[in-house]
Nanobody, 121 residues
Framework: QVHLMESGGGSVQVGGSLRLSCAASKAPVTMAWFRQVPGKEREGLAFIRRYASPIYADSVKGRFTISKGNAETTLDLQMNSLKLEDTAMYYC??????????????????WGQGTQVTVSS
């Protein structure tokens, strides 16, 4: 079992920045960030496997950056140049195994409760 807890959500204006953090109870092999708006499927934003480089969705490439802590139990999401359409509930996901399709929600066994991000004009 892996317990995940996100933090850092909140409200920000268009063009601003926000940093989310995810803390895991043990070091997963794969960690990721997703987001979801009501009525839509959960969208994969970025993921990273142990000893590998991060991979980003096209929708956030160049604006969002993920980084792991030294203990491999935290995953931060730095979000810059935020847009109105970035408003969503943001979730951290993890798995104790290598995940092939890292931007697919059904690949992950463990999820955090989510943290809300609201971007306003």
């Amino acid at each position: 079992q892996v317990h995940l807890m996100e933090s850092g959500g909140g409200s920000v204006q268009v063009g601003g920045s926000l940093r989310l953090s995810c803390a895991a109870s043990k070091a997963p092999v794969t960690m990721a960030w997703f987001r979801q708006v009501p009525g839509k499927e959960r969208e994969g934003l970025a993921f990273i496997r142990r000893y590998a480089s991060p991979i980003y969705a096209d929708s956030v490439k160049g604006r969002f950056t993920i980084s792991k802590g030294n203990a491999e139990t935290t995953l931060d999401l730095q979000m810059n140049s935020l847009k109105l359409e970035d408003t969503a509930m943001y979730y951290c996901a993890a798995d104790l195994l290598y995940v092939g399709q890292g931007l697919e929600a059904n690949e992950y066994n463990y999820w955090g409760q989510g943290t809300q991000v609201t971007v306003s004009s």
